[in-house]
């Protein structure tokens, strides 16, 4: 049977690298578009030993329109692309929006101008829960107003969505759909790839690791005077092997023969605070956490958290990887990189 090939922009970085994974394991051929801003080729090397396969790969710019057009020329024969390239740090983005705006939109941009010259009919988009903002009503559902985002990074996701809509209805042969993503964590069992921050991480679940390792010192606890029930900010942690399995499901739902624009939240349906993810680490490794509480950090919404009902009846998906599992594979992959350090 000849594989359907598939195009997958930042395939090499954190979450491109699980979904390529899984789109292998499913039986597409993956073509990795890459730039190695914010990744390096070794993460080829990690899915070929899950996978027994190596993805192809085009070390390329999604901003160089010119490259783009002779890169999807060669694969003009893909049937769908999914998007992750971007660049994601929240605080570089309001101090750089226009490197944000340019890298996020301008790929995105191009992407859409290729899938419509190559007649490419299908893309998933990776959006996400910076969408709803401050909610005012949890779990947040796709149908939650969104909200104004609080950096420019959002902003990008916001906008991204708006893009691709305008894009589908000019565009009969074009559909889509927007996968809002909540905290994704943790890596493959197998500990041969995960997330491989650069320098001092800012997001929770990098830190609580490297804490662990003793590569930090001390976690900092952002808050613990918030109108939480332990005070301490909540979110929705989602394993990364089900975050990437749901991008299966979502490009095999847009070949069944959905159109237009489709969202959809993928999260477990379960908020965590702070505090409880900490505890939850220590009780999944056995390593205690040193951590001390700090101010607020700015920007960060007081809870938030997923209804996941849409995807499980529409897609058939749901997140199934038990918390203290996920929090283990992210630890014996710090262990893995510490080592090697
Ligand atoms: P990542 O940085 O690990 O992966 C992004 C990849 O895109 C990297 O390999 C990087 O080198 C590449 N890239 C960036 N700009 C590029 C460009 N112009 N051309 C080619 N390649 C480029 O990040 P990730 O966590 O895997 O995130 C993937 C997507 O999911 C991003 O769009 C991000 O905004 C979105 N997202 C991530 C999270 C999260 O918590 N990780 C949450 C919500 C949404
Ligand atoms: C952040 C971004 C979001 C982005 C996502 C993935 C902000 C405000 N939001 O989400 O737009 O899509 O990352 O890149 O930056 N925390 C600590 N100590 C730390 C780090 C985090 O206490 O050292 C707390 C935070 O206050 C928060 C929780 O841990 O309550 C999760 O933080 P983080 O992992 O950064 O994710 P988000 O803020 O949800």
Known sequence: MVQQKIIVTGGAGYI???????????????????NLSNSDKDSMDGIVRITGVRPEFEHIDCTDRTAMHRIFERHRDAIGVIHFAALKAVGESVEKPLL??????????????????????????????????????????????????????????????????????ANSGLSATLLRY????????????????????????????????????????????????DGFCIRDYIDINDLANAHVAAMRHLQSGATGVNVFNLGTGCGQSVMQLIRAFEKATGVTIPHKITSRRAGDVPAIYAN?????????????????????????????????K
């Open 16 to 34: 491109g690298s699980h979904t390529t994974v899984a789109l292998q394991n499913a039986g597409y051929r993956v073509v990795i578009l890459d």
């Open 308 to 340: 996941a009902c849409r995807a499980e009846q529409i897609l058939g998906w749901r997140a199934v990887v038990p918390l203290h599992e996920t929090l283990a594979s992210a630890w014996r992959w710090q262990q893995k990189i510490t080592k090697s």
């Open 100 to 169: 944000y705006y340019r890298n996020n939109l301008g790929g995105l941009m191009n992407v859409l101008d290729m899938m419509t010259e190559f007649k490419i009919p299908y893309l998933v988009f990776s959006s996400s829960a910076t969408v709803y903002g401050v909610p005012d009503k949890l779990p947040v559902t796709e149908d939650t107003p969104l909200q104004p985002a609080t950096s420019p990074y959002g902003q990008t996701k916001v906008m991204g969505e708006n893009i691709i809509a305008d894009t589908v209805v």
């Open 182 to 229: 909540f905290n994704p964590i943790g890596a493959h069992p197998s500990g041969e790839i995960g997330e491989r921050p650069n320098g001092v991480p800012n997001n929770l679940m990098p830190y609580i690791c490297q804490a662990a390792a003793g590569v930090r010192e001390c976690l900092c606890v952002f808050g613990d005077d918030y109108d939480t029930p």
